[in-house]
């Protein structure tokens, strides 16, 4: 079974080019609560006063400075892109039933899962009412079919849970909706609002489809061989959940049938699941190892969508965060082993 991963270095963020835009769109962000009802600015203002990376802001600003530069627009493209983050972030906690994120009790923890599902309702809704002050109505549509696909995706992946006959492609397109979609949108909308070119958009839209799958597919690894104490929320929630996720798949790829039987009985009897059995099953440690090499062939890939650019230190930034998740992968491993 693969050990907890040893202490590393943790890779730096390389955000520090647009580090002064990071803290408008940060104090935007915040500031969205005060659009909301009195009785219920409290509620928005905690959920969104826990500060992540930020990537989903990060890509436009970047794709803004890549394509000609950053505006007002940019900003609000940011904002929007994030409060549906956050939106999604509040439904997933109740779905998987976690207690903390970032280092604090979730909006379900708090106050229940009937106040939480309302409360990510309006976010969603304040999202896209915020998205309708755009003047080009592509953006609106583009901002409102991504905040449609992370929906979907969760839906898929519900209706999968438990699901041993999940593929690889059918895995890969679910968290294409649920998380890339909405990388995909910020980086090829970032793009947009400067007036380039259609060949330009679609690369930097692929080039963040790419990224926001290689990210979620770190995620998974992390559920699995992660520490909570370090990582700032529940881990572990994937497996209890049914969720079957690339490393879980490659497992299940080298199982036997009667291994798979075995696996499919306890998932079927509602057995609690834990890394212990599964490394019983099968090759564990390789099954994190494979779904970490395929995330860096997929790093290597977006990277190539970067040749529409000019050179710029905004395009070193993109090249800067791919380098950063290929620091998050290999800290996966123990010992790394992907180039």
């Known amino acids: 079974m693969t050990a907890t991963p040893p202490e590393a270095s943790a890779p730096v963020f390389p955000f520090e080019l647009i580090r002064e835009d990071l803290l408008v769109v940060e104090s935007a962000i915040r500031d969205q609560a005060k659009a909301f009802d009195p009785a219920v600015e409290g509620y928005v203002a905690y959920v969104c006063q826990t500060a992540g990376k930020r990537i989903r802001p990060a890509l436009v600003l970047m794709a803004g400075g890549a394509t000609g530069g950053k505006t007002a627009a940019h900003t609000r493209l940011s904002v929007i892109l994030e409060l549906v983050h956050i939106a999604s972030l509040v439904h997933d906690d109740i779905m998987d039933g976690a207690a903390t994120r970032r280092g604090l009790p979730t909006a379900a923890a708090k106050w229940g899962n009937s106040l939480s599902v309302l409360l990510g309702d309006a976010l969603f809704a304040y999202a896209l009412e915020l998205a309708t002050e755009f003047d080009d109505t592509e953006v609106c549509r583009q901002i ?63 080039f963040g489809m790419k990224l926001g799958t290689v990210y979620q597919i770190y995620d998974d690894c992390l559920d699995l061989v992660g520490d909570e104490s370090k990582v700032g929320k529940t881990l572990g929630t994937d497996l209890a959940r049914g969720k079957l996720t690339l490393p879980i798949l490659y497992l299940l790829m080298e ?30 440690e390789g099954a994190i190892e494979k779904a970490v090499c395929f995330a860096q062939k997929m790093i290597t890939d977006a990277e190539a969508e970067l040749a529409c650019l000019s050179g710029s230190a905004y395009k070193d930034a993109f090249l800067g965060i791919a380098a950063y998740l290929r620091g998050l992968l290999a800290n996966c491993l123990l010992p790394p082993r992907c180039a």
Do not use: W
């Not at 306890?266 to 490394?279: N, R, S, V, W, Y």
């Open 144 to 206: 409102a079919r991504a905040s449609r696909d992370v929906c979907s995706g969760e839906i898929l992946q519900t209706q999968r849970r438990f699901d041993l006959n999940l593929s690889i492609p059918d895995y890969l397109r679910m968290i294409e909706m649920k998380t890339a979609a909405l990388f995909a949108a910020a980086a090829g909308l970032g793009a947009r609002l400067n007036g380039v070119s259609q060949d330009v958009q679609d690369a930097l839209h692929s």
């Open 255 to 284: 199982a036997t049938d009667v291994q798979k039987q075995k696996l499919n009985r306890m998932l079927l009897q509602g057995e609690p699941m834990d890394t212990g059995i599964l490394a019983g099953i099968a090759d564990y």
